[in-house]
């Protein structure tokens, strides 16, 4: 199985870290941006990521290669059956991808992808304005319906805290201040990207950025 696109992306880190949690092995190939590998276009014929292959089957979307991932390796059951705490694990899913990676992304893409990677001057005052604006009610809103147990659905861990948990990566990238007055927001920082499915690829990252400072 083959996993297409940076890990900076937290869409490709949440498949990543996904397959870590279930157990599976997959290859990782970090394609920069715009990429025309003939592989990755086949799976991701728009070429979003992360891309995916599985020998014959090819398919684009973190949330549709998670699916996947889940048929075929049931357990440990990471989406749950019950229809409430289903339902709050897909929720997640979308807050994680569409509001909290979306805000994110104003920030890492003008702060750190166009000045470093594209060779040209990203948008500061969007990115200052998201980090100033958008981003608090949405950490404040974690903080909020994040439960004692510090996991976000049945009391264990889901694709809930590993979507959530994985935009939060960039923010510790640009070293935003996101925890202080939040602690349950921290504690479940810390213990999500302390699992090994996340710190692995953090750590190659951090060096990463370093190098391309």
Request: hydrophobic residues 45%; aromatic residues 10%.
């Amino acid at each position: 199985m083959i996993v297409y696109g940076a890990s900076l992306s937290p869409f490709v880190r949440k498949v990543l870290a996904f397959a870590a949690e279930k157990g599976i092995e997959v290859e990782h190939k970090p394609l920069g941006l715009g990429s025309d590998d003939p592989d990755f276009l086949e799976a991701s014929p728009f070429k979003k990521i992360p891309g995916f292959r599985d020998g014959g089957f090819a398919i684009s979307d973190s949330s549709a290669i998670i699916a996947y991932l889940d048929a075929i390796k049931p357990e440990p059951n990471l989406i749950p059956a019950e229809a409430k705490a289903r339902a709050r694990t897909i929720w997640y899913d979308e807050f994680g991808d569409t509001i909290l990676a979306g805000c994110g992304a104003k920030m890492f893409f003008n702060r750190v992808v166009a000045p470093r990677f594209l060779g040209r001057e990203g948008d500061l005052e969007a990115a200052d304005k998201a980090q100033c604006e958008e981003l608090p009610p949405l950490l404040d809103y974690i903080e909020r319906v994040l439960p004692e147990s510090g996991w976000l659905v049945e009391d264990r861990i889901t694709l809930a805290d590993i979507a959530v948990a994985s935009p939060l990566v960039n923010l510790e990238h640009l070293a935003v201040d996101y925890k202080s007055g939040r602690p349950k927001l921290a504690a479940f920082s810390e213990r999500m990207h302390g699992r090994d499915s996340f710190r692995s690829w953090m750590e190659r990252e951090s060096a990463f950025l370093s190098r391309a400072a």
